[in-house]
């Protein structure tokens, strides 16, 4: 077992230094780094001097080596356009990110196992048709196109609701259901097949055939062994939202490391690109990693593979 | 027994009337639309697609003259955009799903029949490119390439080859266990020749499936980056690229933002269908949530 987790642990640091690799490889994909950041006014000194500055002058090895261990500390080096610590500005806008996650993933959980239960309860019926037409169309719609049609029908036709920014409840509304669409439907999907694995087995029929009532025996019985995988893949989808998140931030000009990572880009800021990328591919392998030790705990069968 | 099982899962319920009702027509008629207008668009389209003409512009859709979906801030036709960015997200997609499809069933292939360190060294690549947030390392990178056709593809290649490699390898570990895979390798044959005439056929429906859903991902893929300003330049026609601009008429000109993403919402959707499909007819045993 200690072994499982020190193999997991190796694979996970081996995972991360891949990472930082390429993160660090990102901005120097063109050649200079410099040619991305300079304004085309800045002389000859100029250069010369942020070259230094930023270690560019040294040999790739030594700059990377810069890179890695100032990262291992939290030290991604001062962000161009804030002109502060990169890991600040991201520590600034992540909350604002989690909020919008979690009310995304809160949504498509109150739609998704509501949904995905009576799918597989009323198996072959409309409402499971119903409930696939759902998980389908939630994976071919376009995050971006979800968010414009929301503002078009609820902030431009109907006036209900602000079209951008963060304030109220009635702030967070458009772009949570935008973001959490994709997930709801997903959720659907896998509640569906966990409670029809669940329900075909032997002691949901003993269960019936004591004459349990079938409320009970799909509340208690079946949904309680059906939702492992459920909150498992909510968790991860949790990391996975951060790519959302780019788009859906970006429409409703919500201020979240998505739109702080479109910004970045538009403004040449690659410190806090970086930090960013970084940031995230770890929280991702972290929760990954996380995740596959809890399994081993509850599952004997992967321990003693 | 067996054998009467194996017929009934192979074909479900309604569907056994006859050939005609067990092709997915919704897919079949939408993507040959979608392809066929990609080939043929420019010879159909009522007008130049990129041409502007002012005294045009803002024309609603349904108006009798010859705007059918009416015409953008430019007065570009939207219909004859929305057919040229069928081109463009063709070819985006088909080529994408194609060479990174093609990379990563070799590595996955190399790394699950060779296994050792080139299985070690070929999964933790792919765990890598797995882990990375893709829509931003694809800002990135399109960033610093500079936006392009070409680039994108690039861009999407380099980050979609390791969803092949994880699921095919998985079924190659599968497969090496299987009993003609053995016998082989007593007959003598060399791995090689295993890997590209044993094993390839066995996984080649896998990769069919994959890839049909992947051509809907990548769809969106590049009009996510479009749409972000950072895929097709202006003034070519995209459908990401028309829903940006479109976002800036919104409060009086609805149908710049709804075409684009009709167009994209059919043919993903389409892509979805079949890929579903393909995965009952092709292999039943292949189930991914």
Request: proline share 5%; glycine share 8%; net charge positive.
């Amino acid at each position: 077992m200690q072994r499982y987790i020190l193999k997991r642990l190796f694979q996970a640091v081996i995972c991360l230094i891949g990472i930082s690799i390429i993160v660090f490889m990102l901005s120097r994909l063109s050649g200079d780094p410099l040619t991305l950041m300079m304004p085309p006014e800045a002389t000859k000194k100029d250069w010369d001097l942020m070259r230094a500055e930023l270690g560019l002058d040294k040999p790739i090895y030594v700059q990377y080596w810069k890179f890695i261990t100032g990262a291992a500390r939290g030290d991604f080096g001062e962000s161009i356009r804030w002109e502060r610590p990169c890991v600040e500005v991201f520590w600034e806008y992540f909350p604002n990110t989690l909020l919008l996650g979690f009310s995304a993933m809160l949504l498509s959980l109150m739609i998704g196992i509501p949904f995905g239960i009576l799918s597989a309860v009323k198996v072959d019926t409309w409402v499971d048709n119903f409930g696939k037409i759902f998980a389908l169309l939630g994976q071919s719609l376009p995050v971006f196109w979800v968010g414009i049609m929301l503002i078009l029908i609820f902030s431009v036709n109907l006036r209900w609701l602000p079209t951008s920014g963060m304030g109220g409840w009635e702030n967070l509304l458009m772009p949570a259901w935008t973001l959490g669409w994709y997930f709801a439907a997903a959720q659907t999907r896998l509640t569906r097949s966990a409670m029809l694995d669940v329900l075909d087995s032997e002691y949901i029929k003993l269960a019936r055939m004591k004459g349990v009532p079938e409320r009970s025996v799909i509340l208690k019985h079946a949904f309680k062994n059906a939702i492992l995988p459920v909150i498992t893949m909510a968790a991860l989808n949790l990391i996975v939202l951060l790519n959302g998140t780019v788009i859906t931030e970006t429409i409703f000009a919500w201020p979240g490391v998505g739109r702080l990572v479109v910004q970045a880009i538009f403004s040449r800021d690659y410190p806090v690109v970086q930090t960013c990328v970084f940031i995230a591919s770890t929280l991702f392998v972290t929760a990954n990693l996380v995740v596959d030790i809890l399994y081993m705990y509850l599952d004997s069968r992967i321990r003693y593979q | 027994m067996a054998e009467a099982a194996t017929v009934k899962l192979d074909v479900p319920g309604r569907r056994r009337h006859s050939w005609l009702s067990r092709i997915p027509w919704f897919s079949t008629v939408i993507l040959s639309a979608v392809i066929l207008l990609g080939i043929a668009g420019p010879f159909v389209v009522p007008h130049d697609p990129i041409e502007s003409n002012l005294m045009d512009s803002f024309t609603p859709p349904f108006q009798a003259g010859t705007y059918p979906l009416g015409t953008d801030n430019m007065g570009r036709d939207v219909l004859s955009r929305i057919v040229g960015g069928a081109r463009i997200s063709l070819i985006v997609g088909m080529t994408v799903v194609f060479v990174a499809g093609a990379l990563g069933t070799v590595l996955a292939m190399m790394a699950g029949f060779f296994g050792g360190w080139w299985d070690s060294v070929i999964m933790r690549v792919t765990d890598t490119f797995l882990s990375l947030p893709y829509l931003m390392v694809a800002l990135v990178m399109t960033a610093v390439l500079g936006p392009s056709v070409r680039n994108i593809i690039v861009v999407l290649v380099v980050i979609g080859w390791a969803g092949y490699a994880r699921v095919l390898r998985a079924e190659v570990l599968k497969m090496k266990e299987a009993d003609f895979i053995r016998l082989a390798i007593t007959a003598g044959a060399s791995r090689w020749k295993i890997l590209i005439k044993h094993i390839f056929p066995n996984v080649v429906n896998t990769l069919v499936v994959l890839a049909t859903l992947q051509l809907g991902t990548t769809i969106i893929a590049e009009a996510s980056l479009s749409f972000l300003g950072m895929g097709v330049p202006p003034p070519h026609p995209s459908w990401g690229l028309m829903l940006a601009q479109g976002r800036d008429y919104i409060t009086y000109a609805w149908w710049l933002c709804v075409w684009p993403g009709l167009a994209i919402m059919l043919t993903v959707l389409a892509c979805n269908l079949l890929g579903d499909w393909l995965r009952v007819r092709l292999d039943p045993k292949f189930r991914q949530l």
